[in-house]
């Protein structure tokens, strides 16, 4: 592909991706802190079924040797480290990398100023990326996955892992109906009439 | 089915749809969906106009170079335009900053919260480029190809924000 084709496409895929993350709610600071205090799972649910999605869909492009995978490099120090690190800006954030450019896009100004440390953040790492990676990449593993370990084909592996995901999923609904957890948000006070197929499993979310 | 005029989506659908993209993203773009790198694209560029020697730095380089970067470069401007459409086509409204600032912490201005983002976002893309990836590049697409790295990241990531969130109020 030449380079304005895949600028066309990842702009294309982005305003689905931001499509997702503004109807889902995703994008609210509330929602991904309340996410870490355990008083609001609608981040869980759309990260799950995010992934049981990409599991089903790579297990068959990569089952059927139409794609090779891009795992990344299991490396113990830097992976630990920089994931608190991130952990902990999400939560001061309100956002990840990706949804802050999604709340710019419905008008939170604040995010400008997220945007803005970002690149700051990824310009002093850029700077100091030797000492970094000196200091954290301990205990290097490679570009290991569960699969390999288990000493399994990925696509079977990938099949399982989606199918308790589900299972997990129709359970977090059981417990705490997406409609409910929405109400209090932007929006929640019209949220779409119950229809059949708003869940994966196409029962659990009509007993919200 | 879910509409473009449809105040909100269920988070299942919103996944479902996210997960879909990985088609493209590994079919077309042969990468998976990430976000975090477009950060050390946009650092990159800006460096390089105060600092001609950024561009000699092989991590800034390679982000400035490479198609894949491009693509994911376009792909977050893509989502604030998804995100702007969405809101419109659903007809959500939302002041400068969200209510939950006011409910969780004791930030009440948009100054405030400025201050907050801007160190936020620092930590997050200090972390994101430590960790090598962020809530998209391991969470969602590490995940789903059975990285290990990814899962301890994303572990990690819940270990940090769930630390941090208690310093906040519940509400």
Redesign the interface.
Known sequence: ?T?LM?????????????????????????VL?????F?NF??L??????????????AV?NGLG??A????????G??????????????????????????????????????????????????N?DA?EGL?KVGD?G?????Q?LGMP?WL??LI?AVALTGV?VAL?KWRP?RAE?AGL???D???PQ?E????TGTA?QKA | ????T????????????????????????????G??S???T???W??SIFDPA?AQ?D??AK?MTS?KY??????????????????RL?????P??????S??TSVKS?GG?????????????????????????????????????????????????????LA?K?A
Do not use: N
């Open positions: 592909m380079t895949l600028v066309i496409l990842g702009l294309a895929m982005g305003v689905v991706f931001g499509v997702a993350l503004e109807k889902s709610r995703v994008l609210e600071p509330g802190v309340r996410q870490f205090q008083t609608t981040m649910k759309m990260f799950f079924a995010a992934v049981a999605t990409g599991l089903v869909v790579l492009l139409l794609t995978l891009h795992p990344k490099a299991a490396v113990m830097s992976t630990i480290v920089g994931g608190l690190l991130l952990g902990a800006g999400i939560v001061i954030a309100g956002a990840c990398p990706g949804t802050a450019l999604a709340q710019i896009g419905v008008g939170y100004k604040d995010a400008w100023a997220t945007v803005a440390g970002g690149i700051l953040g990824a310009m002093v790492y850029g700077y990326i970094i954290l593993f570009k290991i996955t569960f699969d370990l990925y592996l990938a892992v999923m609904e997406w929405m932007p929006g929640g019209r949220l779409p229809r197929d708003t869940m994966p979310g | 089915m879910i509409r473009l449809d105040s909100a989506w269920s988070p299942y659908a919103a996944g479902i749809v996210i997960g879909l993209l990985q088609i493209p993203a590994f079919m077309l773009a042969d990468t998976a969906l976000a975090s477009s950060f050390v946009a650092a990159a800006i460096a950024a730095i991590y800034f982000h198609d491009y693509w994911q470069s376009a792909l977050v401007i893509g989502i604030a335009l998804g995100a702007y459409i969405s809101a659903g007809g959500v409204k939302r400068s900053f969200a209510k939950a600032w409910e969780l948009l919260r400025m201050i907050m983002g801007f160190v936020g976002g620092f930590i997050l893309l200090m972390g994101a480029r430590i960790a090598g990836g962020c809530t998209s590049g391991h969470g969602v697409s590490g995940m789903a190809q059975l990285a290990v790295g990814s899962t301890v990241a994303v572990i990690a990531m819940f270990a940090g924000g769930i630390v941090t969130a906040f519940r």
